[in-house]
């Protein structure tokens, strides 16, 4: 007989002490699901929040980005971006450990692109600010004539990231790269 495998998403079950954290965006508000319960960021337990802490004070151009902001507003804020995406990926281990960065779906000019913490990490290779914000514009209905204009860059350099981020996702086209991006979260249809 056939079994059929799950991933849940971490924190999903009430013994689970993984932690799943999302973003609703529209209020700009970061909750976590642990032990089968949702609780707002707030309530994260002093260890995790320690460690995305540490993680957002070792990214110079994060703080940057974010440093008008009250200190516990810019965390919030970083997390969203680096982690809220809902999946079945741990966020954050039982023990306190971080996983890694998501690739969150933002704008393809979202600031968040150039923070040394979001490496996206795909297939053993990170890719770049530059190539997610390729495939964020591939995702769009532009030809990729406008989408070179766009991003002020010649068409051949284009075709260079197109190159790279079909490698790096092991596809063949711009349709395997786009299917790849949705299904890693870096964009949403």
Not at 9 to 34: S, Y
Not at 119 to 125: H, M, T, Y
Not at 145 to 153: H, W
């Amino acid at each position: 007989m056939n079994e059929v495998t799950q991933n849940l998403i971490a924190g999903i079950i009430p013994t689970d002490k993984n932690i799943e954290l999302f973003a609703e965006r529209k209020h700009r508000k970061v909750f976590f699901i642990q032990n089968g319960q949702t609780k707002p960021f707030s309530q994260l337990n002093d260890i995790a929040k320690d460690n995305l802490l540490e993680m957002f004070l070792n990214d110079d151009i994060a703080m940057r980005d974010l440093g008008k902001l009250p200190l516990s507003a810019a965390l919030e804020e970083f997390v969203m971006h680096c982690f809220g995406a809902a999946d079945n990926q741990t966020d954050i281990y039982a023990d306190g450990t971080i996983g890694n960065v998501e690739a969150v779906a933002c704008s393809p000019c979202c600031m968040c692109a150039k923070w040394k913490s979001k490496k996206v990490n795909v297939n053993g290779s990170y890719l770049t600010a530059r190539e997610l914000q390729v495939v964020q514009f591939l995702a769009t209905d532009y030809p990729d004539k406008q989408i070179a204009i766009f991003m002020k860059i010649s068409q051949s350099t284009l075709d260079t990231h197109k190159t790279n981020l079909m490698r790096k996702m092991n596809v063949q086209s711009k349709a395997g790269v786009i299917t790849q991006a949705i299904k890693l979260n870096i964009v949403t249809i």
